[in-house]
């Protein structure tokens, strides 16, 4: 039994090599919502929750309370994520799904937040979608995503 587990044994003890990557990003034809949009009453009943925190007041933090609207607009959201799971955005409510869905990469970043790499596919009009990994990305050169969203891709080991 022992020598069977031997060899098992062995190949943990070794570390396993990380490999280079290719990380491109997502076509948004097949993503998906997977939380459901706030309510209007659910944001109205939050709204004076939130901006009633003397906290933020004191930090100076009320921007979005001055004006309901503001804070619809920041809070008004729902997530969503690419086919494979991989990227997630926080897309507004008040963008049809199907304009979503039209979406085509036109820019690629990498971010860094902490020890977590950001991989930020941008499609324009402020949609992101990103996909979090502690590997290191670099864009690879000459991705030109405008003329060729199939060039949005990074390199990640």
Known sequence: ?????????????????????????????????????????????????????????YRGETDVCKDYQLYRKLKNVALWESADGNFSAYVSCDRPPAQVKAAVAASVRVAKQGKITLLVCGYGDGLNFTWRSRAECKVEAGADCAANPAACKASCE
């Open 1 to 57: 039994m022992i020598i069977r587990l031997l060899p098992l044994a062995l190949l943990a003890a070794f570390p396993v090599f990380a490999t280079a990557a290719t990380v491109a990003c997502p076509d948004l034809s097949s993503a998906v919502q997977v939380a459901s949009c706030p309510a209007e009453e659910e944001l109205r009943y939050t709204f004076s929750g939130y901006c009633s925190d003397d906290g933020k007041a």
